[in-house]
């Protein structure tokens, strides 16, 4: 940097005035009627800090300014008022048909879910309390029995999400000693969290068997020793291999278990109680048919194909459970009661197959048929095309949804979106403008048009996306 440059830039940074200096005057006083003086005071002191780093890395002057003035207006203030004031975790609309979109959420929670959240969040609840006895309960209580009765298991427990399922079980059954598992499985579930540091926190010697394609029982039965603690098969719900492959199915494990003594863990990942083959989709095993192959263990997560909160859900054998309940890490991932008043609402809905599909939004994506997602597209362009000038291409194309989430990684949901161009106005601008929108509404870029897929929208958004969409086209930016 210039001598010169340096000296302005030091000039510039004198020039800010002072906090006291703002507070004094008249439209800053009128800010002090409507907020109060300390969220008033920090907004100036943000704003001032920005300036500050701004004139420090030379962006807030130019080299042939000799003097330079730095202001702040009331505008600007109440501008940093509402920015820190504004939850910054907030409702998007996802346009881009991925329904259990790990970046903007995952599952939305049923209505009945989110009524019951209201009404436990809002008032003291028999969270660990026994009403009939007046004695101290325990809070598994309250979703225990709903899922045995759904999975066909003997016993149940509920933990934060299911990486901390799969770690408690680790932790209990083969802690100091080795657990066997398939190289083809050893996968990593999001987040760069990978099954092997799982195992390796959990206190669990990891024992690799067979290769990634292939795996045989033979394999495991090798591996078995005096170490051995537990054998641990993972489903690999977010990502398959193709071509020359083989593993071993649940229940050779199973006999190969009881012929050592040694307990079978299955890591479904995406767990579900629907079948999804009727509606086109590939079967995945269900958790109760997991069950019912005497499996003594299976986790599973509660915000992807059950369509409910963030949980790690462990069903099976209540003499393993009953372990899992008195590890003190159990304490440390336990779930709180707005979790439990989530999941079993949506529980609850499980219990009526005829109307759980429609209840459940993620299951009613999922299922959504085509012609219903098309009728909804040709309407939504009609209405757009009556407010967007002429040189907007409006089309409704072909495409694909997918479920996401790390669930049916090879299914595609055929879909129709609302494709929108111009030759005019770069995609990415509109794009963009979309995702800084308030509400942000999220969407794809595709061949140069943008993509609006309806099935992962609520009609109620509809309106957003359209006034949005107005605003943006309309003005014309380039």
Partial sequence: MSADNATLKRNVLRSIPSVDTILERKEIKALLEKYSRGIVLKAIQKKLDKIRQQIVLGHSFTTDTKVVQVDVTAMEIEDEIHSFSSPHLKKVINATGVILHTNLGRSLLPDEALKNVREIAASYSNLEYEIDDGKRGSRYAHIEQLLCDLSGAESALVVNNNAGAVLLVLNTLASGKEAIVSRGELIEIGGSFRIPDIMKRSGATMVEVGTTNKTHLVDYEEAIGERTGIVLKVHTSNYRIIGFTSEVDLHSLIALGKKYHLPVINDLGSGSFIDFSPYGLDHEPTVQEVVKTGVQVVTFSGDKLLGGPQAGIIVGKKKILSKLIKNPLNRALRVDKLTLAALEATLRMYLDRETVLQKIPTLRMITLPLNAIERRAHEFKKKLQKQLPSHIEIQVVDDTSQVGGGALPLQELPTKVVAIGSKRIDVKNIEERLRKNTPPIITR??????????????????????????????????
């Fill in 445 to 478: 870029i595709h061949k140069h048009q943008i993509h609006i897929d309806l099935r992962t929208v609520a009609e109620h958004e509809e309106e957003d996306i359209e006034i949005s969409l107005r605003k943006i086209l309309s003005a014309g930016h380039d």
